[in-house]
């Protein structure tokens, strides 16, 4: 299901047939996630059938999507913005490093709270999740927000530090900073054919 309102759009259907499909947790929900390595559909899985490439470089570049929430005219422009490093774009948005500072659990939750105003970039509301945070910028939660205190400490890449609610932004990140399980050469390859 895709929601349109004005020029915003995002998927709100069920994602846990997503994360099925793609076979893992995409948008961090635990152990709400049942049956995560049966493909979706009512009559379970079809039988082994052996992927062809370009449905190997779908696959990989719609898990990215995914992962970061994007939809495919937003996925393509940062493919076309950088194509070596368009990972580190996404992972410098401002919805995604939020997430990462351990903030927030979900990526879903992180957005929500950039687009109410809740997220200060240094010292300054914004309400824009694709906004690209640079080094130095300092990262908090806007002074109504009241988040539980997370179960597990996350700890946050080497690229990001943190102090109770408050990040910084220490460096861009490269590619070894960047701990999903996305094969990014797949992705080069889809959008070269």
């Known amino acids: 299901m895709l929601i349109l309102g004005g020029n915003m759009a995002r998927y709100t259907g069920p994602k846990n047939r997503l994360s099925r499909r793609e076979g893992l947790d995409l948008f961090g929900r635990g152990n709400k996630l049942r049956r995560a390595a049966v493909p979706p559909g009512q009559h379970g899985p079809k039988g082994v059938r052996r992927l062809s490439d370009y449905g190997a470089q779908l696959r990989e570049k719609q898990k990215a999507k995914r992962i970061y929430g994007l939809l495919e005219r937003q ?3 940062y493919f076309v913005q950088d194509s070596k490093n368009f990972l580190s774009l996404l992972e410098t948005r401002l919805d995604n490093t939020v997430y990462r500072l351990g903030l927030v659990p979900t990526r879903a939750m992180a957005r929500q709270l950039v687009g109410h105003y809740h997220i200060l970039v240094n010292s300054r509301a914004l309400n824009i999740p694709s906004y690209q945070v640079r080094p130095g910028d300092v990262i908090s939660l806007g002074p109504k927000i ?7 400490e996350a700890i946050p890449p080497a690229w990001l ?18 701990d999903t399980s996305i094969n990014d050469q797949l992705i080069v390859e889809y959008y070269s054919r």
């Open 75 to 77: 996925f393509a422009k």
């Open 146 to 152: 009241k988040l539980p205190a997370p179960e597990v």
């Open 161 to 178: 530090s943190r102090q109770a609610q408050v990040g910084r932004v220490e460096r861009l990140p490269g590619r070894a900073d960047i």
